[in-house]
Each structure stands twice: as structure tokens, then as C-alpha cells.
């Protein structure tokens, strides 16, 4: 498995602002995947980021809504922009990094935007 | 359209009672079907299915999938608070590391 940690845990945001969530792995993978978990829904891709290339975005996804880095093997940022009240959701990063490829999550991002 | 289906939304049991916790799915290139426990924020891994009739057991945990008809089963035996959570069910499409979710089954064990 893979140690994996967030930055912020939570924070509470204004309308219109926008805010940068890191990802940092203790290990170097090749997939990093970003997924959104609204108020009582279940978990949405939103993109997946491979170290070296553009992020992929699923359908509904922008990458001038989320714009996404991922500067090498270990790390990867996703920046929540112009925020609205509906993007008030967990922000989770996950990577492929077990035996069979299984997908370990981070710990998650808390995001309230008022 | 590809989907995964938990059932049921929502359960409440005593400690000591047995779960059994449904996990449906349509999708084209399945690989895989994966269970997650969510007690706070971050789903923790459970188990990775991919062949149909074989049991993944850990400790009072257990699950199996059923390839032909398409679904999955987690059990939990003499549960106990510490096993309140949400459940999740993922599926894998092959070729693309792309999981796709089910709304998920939410437990709550009383003392």
C-alpha cells in the first residue's frame, strides 16, 4: 500500500476564490486520481493525472473549473477555482498502487465555500 | 450507461448481529470490483475481487462475487460499533484504472 497525505484537511472558502489541495505519496506511482464527494453522494471522478502529461478529465470536469499539476512521481495538486457553494464537497486523491493495481485514498479535503 | 448499485442505503443493527451488505453492477470491461469502508473521509480498502466464486475473508469481513449474475456480497459477522461506517462498492473498467462508485451502504451497529 501507499502512505498518502492532504493539504489543507479542511478549510472554509469564500464565493468566487480559489483553493489549491496538494497530494503527496511516500512512494513514486505513475497514476495519481482526483475524486469529488458531494453532501450524502458517493464517490466522482473527476480527473486522472499521470506524471509527464495533461490531466484527464471525466465527462462533466473542466480544466479551467480544476486545474490540475503533477510535477513528478510523488506529488500532485488540484486547484478548486471561482468556488460556488456547490463545490462544497470532500476532495480526495487516490493512487494505483497496489499488487493488483487497487487504489489507495488520502486522508481528504473538507471544502466549504460560503 | 455503467453503474454500480448498493442496497440497502442504509442499515441499522445490534452488535453481535451478521450483515450481509449487496453490491450490483452493469458495466462493459469489468476487471475488477472492489469494497472500501468509509468512517470518516478517507475510504479504506477492504477488499479486490476479480474471480467469481472465490471468498476474500479478513477477520469478521468477508465478500465474494458472482461474475454471471453479476453482483457482489460483504459480510460482516458478530459485528460491533467499530464496524459503523459507510460501505463502498467499486467497480473497475478494464483497461482505463477508471473506478466507477455505488452510492454506498450506510451502517450503523448499536451497543
Known amino acids: 500500500s501507499a502512505v498518502i497525505s492532504q493539504k489543507p484537511s479542511r478549510d472554509i472558502c469564500q464565493r468566487g476564490t480559489s483553493l489549491t489541495i496538494q497530494c503527496q505519496v511516500d512512494?513514486?506511482?505513475?497514476?495519481m486520481f482526483w475524486y469529488r464527494q458531494q453532501p450524502g453522494q458517493s464517490l466522482t471522478l473527476i480527473a486522472t493525472?499521470?506524471?509527464?502529461?495533461?490531466?484527464?478529465?471525466e465527462s462533466g470536469f473542466v480544466i479551467d473549473k480544476f486545474p490540475i499539476s503533477r510535477p513528478n512521481l510523488t506529488f500532485s495538486t488540484l486547484t478548486v477555482s471561482n468556488m460556488s457553494p456547490e463545490d462544497s464537497s470532500i476532495y480526495l486523491c487516490s493512487v494505483a498502487a497496489g499488487g493488483d493495481r487497487e487504489q489507495f485514498f488520502g486522508p481528504g479535503t473538507r471544502l466549504t465555500v460560503l | 450507461e455503467d453503474k454500480v448499485v448498493q442496497s440497502p442505503l442504509s442499515l441499522v443493527v445490534h452488535e453481535g448481529d451478521t450483515v450481509t451488505l449487496n453490491c450490483s453492477y452493469e458495466v462493459t470491461n469489468f476487471r475488477s470490483l472492489l469494497w472500501y469502508k468509509q468512517e470518516k473521509k478517507a475510504p479504506t480498502f477492504l477488499f479486490m475481487l476479480t474471480s467469481s466464486g472465490i471468498e476474500k475473508k479478513s477477520g469478521r469481513l468477508s465478500s465474494i462475487l458472482d461474475k454471471k449474475e453479476l453482483f457482489s456480497i460483504l459480510n460482516i459477522t458478530a459485528t460491533q460499533t467499530g464496524d459503523s461506517a459507510i460501505y463502498l462498492c467499486a467497480v473497475e473498467v478494464r483497461g482505463t484504472y477508471k473506478y466507477i462508485f455505488g452510492t454506498g451502504t450506510r451502517l450503523k451497529v448499536l451497543a
Open positions: 493525472a499521470n506524471q509527464g502529461s495533461e490531466a484527464t478529465y
Open positions: 512512494s513514486q506511482v505513475t497514476m
